[in-house]
């Protein structure tokens, strides 16, 4: 047998084993949901009560994210995006990772814009992997900083298991040594040229860097704001380093926008940060509902504005 022949049967068993692990998430976070009904129900009373100006400020933060990750993008390629429809793309792009496993809407959003916009479908890929490693990286060294600038402050790792800070370390070391390996050498090689060229400019490095380091921080910001929103007296710096904790964790299962991992991962968190457990859940449902839920039906209808204007 060819082994042209053998691609499609390993791509068929890749996407079965990743829809098998998102369908077993969605489950056993279903089950979780059925088990803690009351308390669920309790959190989303909680949540109708809290304080409107810190919802409307986390509700500006939500928008920041959406320029954020624009600018990042912008940053990851050499030529000009037109800036109003990229901010689009990422508005529609969050809508589509809510509906695809593992980040997969806002890559395939993200691609097939950056190839509309002129781009080679291999360069776009890179783009996209560029900014993806970016952001995580930028995760591990707030997440670090934190721990070093405030390790009294930060109580997470007597309470949370290890495995759960350590995971996007992990991550990254075997995502170098796959890289290392002799069949992705050289498209690692593409992929580091490109890297080089866009740092040659100070502009798009600053803005690859920093739409980064303020994605992470304004999402951060949006659970701070609903913790503050439920009267939570929480200091800053457990929320953030509970946040950082939680979507790094969240980052190794693939589930539609992280519904079930991430959720689970920042209620857990922001219990070892000191919240109680129905005030941890109203500030996960808080935090979904602004990044996730509300922003998805408007979302799809960007997504599918732009697909009709041939945007996408």
Known sequence: ???????????????????????????????????????????????????????????????ATWVCAAVAQQGAVIERLPRGRLVAAQFAACAA????????????????????????????ATALAVKAAVGGIVRCVLGVTLLVASPGAVPLSARVPHVLVLAPAAVAALVLAVAASGRLRWAVGRAVADVREVHRSRGRACALWGG??????????????????????????????????ASGAAALLPTPGGLGSLDAALALALTAAGAPGQTAISAVIGYRLLTGWLPMAPGLLVLGLLARRSVL
């Open 97 to 124: 990772n809510h509906i695809l496993p593992a980040g997969a809407g806002a890559s395939l959003v993200n691609l097939r814009f950056l190839t509309r916009c002129g781009l080679s479908t291999r360069r776009s």
């Open 1 to 63: 047998m060819a082994v042209s022949d053998c691609v499609p049967v390993t791509a068929g068993r890749r996407l079965c084993l990743r829809l098998g692990i998102t369908l077993a998430v969605l489950v056993a976070a279903g089950a979780m949901l059925a088990v803690h009904r009351a308390t669920l129900d309790s959190g989303t009373d909680q949540l109708a009560a809290a304080d409107g100006e810190w919802l409307l400020l986390a509700c500006c933060a939500t928008v």
């Open 212 to 245: 980064s380091v303020a994605f992470a921080l304004l999402h951060a910001g949006v659970v701070v704001a609903v913790v503050h929103a439920l009267g939570l007296a929480l200091p800053t710096s457990h929320v953030v380093m509970a946040y950082l904790v």
